[in-house]
């Protein structure tokens, strides 16, 4: 019983279910830099998201930033979190003409890392 019990527990979390290391990339497809993923996140997000993704940032008039590190944001498809990265929000930038679609991914990695 707790062999099958492990085997489920290391097949979610080959399948990136649960915390720690996301699944490994499609073969063919970049490799996430989570480290790129953060100094890009440092530099043009945590402003207004926070150093954490609380939220927490610069306050401006309209919409309050969004919490990065909620179960909501974790819900969220990889493709939902492009999207509003490369169109932007109300009070939030579109970025799909500064980042790269890599640098767009990195973002998106580290966003993840946040939600554990």
Known sequence: ??????????????????????????????????????????????????????GDGYRLLGPEPANLATPSTKGKSDEELLKTLHEGKPNMPAWKLRLSEQESRDVLAYVRSLAR
Not at 12 to 24: F, Y
Not at 27 to 49: F, I, N, S, V
Request: glycine share 16%; hydrophobic share 35%.
């Open 1 to 54: 019983m707790r062999r099958m019990w492990l085997k489920g527990v290391v097949a979610l979390w080959t399948l990136g279910i649960m915390g720690g290391t996301p699944a490994p990339a499609e073969p063919g497809t970049p490799a996430h830099d989570l480290a790129k993923g953060k100094a890009l996140y440092q530099r043009h997000c945590a402003g207004c998201h926070g150093p954490q993704g609380r």
